[in-house]
C-alpha cells in the first residue's frame, strides 16, 4: 500500500462524513418540514428530528454497510487462520511420524543405541530449520492480530448496534417511542466503544502497551514534579545550569568564594 494510496483513504474518511452530515443539516435536507417550520418558529428549541429517507441513507452508510463488510471480511480471515493452522497441524503430525519411521529404520540397520539416536536428532534438526521457525512465529502472530480485530470489531458492534437499531426503528415507524433516559444511555454506550478501544490495544499489543505505560508515567512525572517542587528551586537550578563546553556567564571561576569580581559584587550588595 502506497503512501497516495493512504492519503486518499484518510481523506476519504474525512469527507464523507463531512458531506453526510454538515451539508444535508445545513441545508435542511435531513428533517420533516413539519419540524423545519417549527423551527423557524421555536429558533430557541433544540431538538433533533429526521426523515425516513435520510435515517436509512446515514445510518446505511455509517453503520449498516460497513458492519456487513466488516463481518463477512472477518469470516474471511477467520476461515482462512483455520485453514493455515490445520495445514500446520498436518505438516507437524507429518514430521513426527518421519522421526518415528526412521528411528525405527536407523536402529535396524545400524548396530548400537548411540547410531540411532544421532540419526534421529539430525532428522529433527533438518525439520525445524529458521525458516519454518519464521512462519510459525509469522503465523503465531497473523492469528493473534485476527483474533484482536475479532474483539475490536465485536466491541464496535455490541456498543453501536443498540443506538441505531433505536434511531432506525423509531424513525421509520411514527408510532414507537422511546424515553429519554434510555435514548441518553444509548449514546453514551456508543461513545464507550471509544473508551474501550485503548484499552484492548493496550492488553492485546506489547508495543501499544509499552508505549501508552510510558505516556502516563511521563504525565505522573510531570505532575508529581510541578506539585511538590518548589518555584523558586526550579529557577535557581535553570540558572546554574552550565555547558563545559560553552561557560556561561556563571562560570566555574564565578562561582568560586575567592574570586575578586564575586567578592566585589558581594561587597556592593551588602552595602
Known sequence: MTKRVVGI????????????SFLPIFIGWYTTDDHRDFVKKHPDHCQFIVNKPYCVISSSISFWIPCTIMIFTYLAIFREANRQEKQMMMRQGNAMLMHRHSAVTGSEALSGSGSSKTLTLHEVEQDHTPTKDKHLIKMKREHKAARTLGIIMGTFILCWLPFFLWYTITTLCDSCSVPDIVVAILFWIGYFNSTLNPLIYAYFNRDFREAFRNTLQCLFCNWWRNRHMPLD???????????????SVYSENYLNANHPQRRTSQLVESL
Open 233 to 247: 528551586m526550579d529557577i535557581r537550578r535553570s540558572s546554574l545550569r552550565y555547558d563545559s563546553r560553552a561557560k
Open 9 to 20: 483513504m484518510i481523506l476519504n474518511t474525512w469527507i464523507s462524513p463531512a458531506l453526510l
